[in-house]
């Protein structure tokens, strides 16, 4: 690695267990050219979401060492201050977005949890459930406005990070999206559990409620020797 590339890793602020298994994809011309993107996104004024310091909250909340279960959303929430660098996740204060809703209602129905007040998941993230977007930052109000600036290769290098340095690792994939990621996934070492995704148009359509992948996650550690995820959320 030059020592060009040795400084640029130096700025990024991760765990270093995923700063070492991603040197190469962070140090990659595409990462300059999204990073390039970004700046100059910020310098025309636009609201970006999630804020800065939280684009890799998953990643810093979720270090490599901890991982136990990948859920894979697609893009951050581009409403004021509900994206928060967690999939699916919004501040304890913002109102749960509908398929947040959804995701909760299913885990009510799966475990018998009642339903959270709140859609701060940071609680399962701690436990080791990587919360991750294919896309980690939008425009605000522009839904997929980042997609195919870079990001898509760096969340492929951090499922096959996971797919080849984890044991036994439960993969959740929602929606057509999310299963896409599903090549990067050796079957034979880990478990891929699919649905189709939580927002409201696609879930009431079948295929999302009444799938249990909480309690199939659980059972799937457990068969592991692994320690299930608590996932009721504090209140």
Known sequence: MSAEERAVLAKVKLPNDWKVALADVLVSETMENLRAFLRQEYALGKSIYPPKEQIFNALNTTPLSQVKVV????????????????????????????????????????????????GDLTHWA????????????????????????????????????????????VFILWGSYAKKKGRFIDATRHAILTANHPSPLSANRGGFFGTNPFSRAN?????????????????
């Open 219 to 235: 059972d799937c550690l457990m068969r592991w020797g692994k320690a299930p995820i608590d996932w009721a959320l504090p209140q």
């Open 71 to 118: 859920i894979l959303g697609q893009d951050p929430y581009h409403g004021a201050g509900q994206a928060m660098g967690l999939s699916f996740s919004v501040p304890k204060i913002i109102p749960k977005p509908p398929s947040l809703q959804n995701i909760l209602k299913e885990l009510s129905n799966d475990l018998h949890i009642p339903i959270s007040a709140h």
């Open 126 to 169: 701690n436990q080791g459930v990587l919360l991750l977007n294919a896309v980690l930052t939008v425009e605000a109000g522009q839904a997929g406005s980042h997609a195919g600036r870079g990001w898509e290769e760096f969340t492929d290098a951090v499922i096959e990070v996971i797919n080849q340095q984890t044991d036994r690792t």
